[in-house]
C-alpha cells in the first residue's frame, strides 16, 4: 500500500482524517499546469497474522492471509482551477478465520479555485470501512461503517494577512442494526486568520465550534448529543518549503455531556521534513483533542505518528513508522476501562520494478507490531505493486 499512499499523497488538506491515524503530509493540491495526470495502481500479496482478533493471549489465534489493493488517482487543473480525485480499495482475506475477513473502498476528490486574493475550496470523501482504526473500537471484531466527509473552505487574502473560513462535516453510519446508536454527524465551523510574509512563516489563530450529534437513543447504550469549541494559535512554514510545519497550541471545551462539561489542552503538530535531495523524508504529526466514542460518552484521545521512508538508491527503498493513541473515556460502557493505549510499529522494504512512463511497481516485504492493554499482534506480508 505504501505505492498506493504515494499516488494519492496530494489529499485534500480540507478532508484530512482528523481524529484517524492517518494524517495527511503538509501540502497543498500540487501545481499540474494545463495537463492531466492519470495514475493506477494494483496490489497483491501475501503473509501471516498472530492475531486477526485482537484478542488476549488466551483466545488468540493465528492464521494466514492475502492481501489484494487497487486504486486510480487523476490530478489536473490549470493556473486558477486545480482538481484530484482518487478511488482505492484493499480487501483482506484469511485461509481458515473468515470472520475476519474484510473490504474497505474510499473515494476522496478536491476542487480548489484561486487568484491573487480569493482562493475556494471544496473537499469531499466517502470510505466504507471494516477493521477497526481506533482504540475504543478494538472491542468489536469487525466494525463495518461508512464514513462520508464535506468540507467547504474559502480564504481571503488582505495584504499581510489571510482570513479564513471552512465547514467540516463527517457523517458516520454503521451497518448493523444493533450499532445503531453509534451513528452520528461530528461538524464544525472555523475561523482562521493568519499573518507574516508571503513565502516565509506565519503565525495564526484559528476558532472552532461545533459538536456531534447522535441519530438515534438507546437507553442500554446512552449516547448524548454534546458541544465542542477549541481556539488555538501557532505557526505555518511554507508547504513547497523542505521543511513543512504546522504547531497550534490552545484550549478546548466540552459541553452537554451527561457526565459534566470538559475542558483541556488542545494541541496539535504535523511537519514533513526533506533530507538528501528528496531521498528521505521525515514525518511526525501529534493531535489532542475530544471526540465521540465507540465504548463511552466521549473521549479525549492524544495520537502520535512517526514516519521514515528512505530511497538507498535507483532500485532500493526502506521505511519505518511508529502510531500510538492513548484515549480517556469519560463515561465508559461496562466492561470498558477509563483509558486505553494503542502502539504499532512497522518496518518495511521495496525494490522498484519496470521503467518510468510504463507500467512500473515493487517487490515488497514488512511487518507491523500492534500492542495494546490486553493484547499483542504481529503481521508479516510480502507482495507486488503495480503502477502505471
Request: hydrophobic share 40%; proline share 3%.
Amino acid at each position: 500500500m505504501v505505492s498506493l499512499a504515494a499516488a494519492f499523497a496530494p489529499a485534500a488538506r480540507a478532508v484530512e482524517s482528523s481524529g484517524r491515524f492517518e494524517f495527511a503530509p503538509v501540502v497543498e493540491v500540487p501545481e499540474a499546469g494545463d495537463a492531466r495526470r492519470l495514475r493506477a495502481m494494483l496490489g497483491f500479496g501475501t503473509g501471516y497474522d498472530s492475531n486477526p482478533g485482537r484478542a488476549d493471549d488466551a483466545a488468540r489465534d493465528s492464521d494466514g492471509l492475502v492481501n489484494m489493493a487497487g486504486g486510480v488517482s487523476l490530478i489536473g487543473g490549470n493556473s486558477r482551477l486545480r482538481y484530484s480525485a482518487a478511488t482505492e480499495a484493499r480487501a483482506r482475506r484469511f485461509f481458515d478465520r473468515d470472520d475476519f475477513d474484510f473490504e474497505e473502498l474510499v473515494l476522496r476528490g478536491k476542487a480548489l479555485f484561486a487568484t491573487q486574493r480569493l482562493r475556494l475550496g471544496l473537499g469531499a470523501s466517502h470510505a466504507l470501512r471494516a477493521d477497526p482504526v481506533d482504540v475504543d473500537e478494538l472491542f468489536f471484531p469487525l466494525l463495518e461503517r461508512s464514513e462520508t466527509v464535506l468540507a467547504p473552505e474559502a480564504e481571503l487574502t488582505m495584504g499581510g494577512a489571510v482570513l479564513g473560513v471552512g465547514y467540516r462535516s463527517a457523517i458516520a453510519d454503521y451497518d448493523k442494526a444493533t450499532l445503531s446508536y453509534l451513528d452520528h454527524t461530528d461538524s464544525w465551523t472555523s475561523l482562521d486568520l493568519s499573518w507574516g510574509r508571503a513565502g516565509a512563516s506565519r503565525y495564526f489563530v484559528r476558532l472552532e465550534t461545533g459538536g456531534v450529534d447522535y441519530d438515534v437513543f438507546d437507553v442500554a447504550h446512552p449516547r448524548v448529543d454534546f458541544d465542542r469549541d477549541r481556539i488555538y494559535a501557532g505557526l505555518r512554514t511554507p508547504t513547497e518549503s523542505r521543511q513543512s510545519l504546522e504547531l497550534g497550541l490552545g484550549y478546548f471545551a466540552v459541553d452537554g455531556a451527561p457526565s459534566g462539561d470538559d475542558e483541556g489542552l488542545f494541541a496539535t503538530v504535523r511537519t514533513t521534513r526533506l533530507f538528501g535531495e528528496g531521498s528521505s523524508a521525515l514525518e511526525l504529526a501529534y493531535v489532542r483533542d475530544a471526540e465521540a466514542s465507540a465504548t463511552a460518552e466521549f473521549k479525549t484521545a492524544s495520537r502520535v505518528v512517526v514516519r521514515y521512508a528512505r530511497k538507498v538508491n535507483m532500485l532500493w527503498n526502506w521505511s519505518a513508522g511508529y502510531r500510538a493513541q492513548f484515549a480517556d473515556l469519560t463515561g465508559p460502557d461496562v466492561p470498558a476501562e477509563d483509558s486505553i493505549a494503542y502502539h504499532a510499529l512497522d518496518f518495511g522494504v521495496g525494490r522498484a520494478l519496470g521503467s518510468p512512463g510504463r507500467w512500473r511497481g515493487r517487490l515488497h516485504a514488512g511487518t507491523r507490531m500492534e500492542f495494546g492493554d490486553d493484547f499483542d499482534r504481529v503481521v508479516l506480508t510480502v507482495g507486488a505493486d503495480l503502477v502505471r
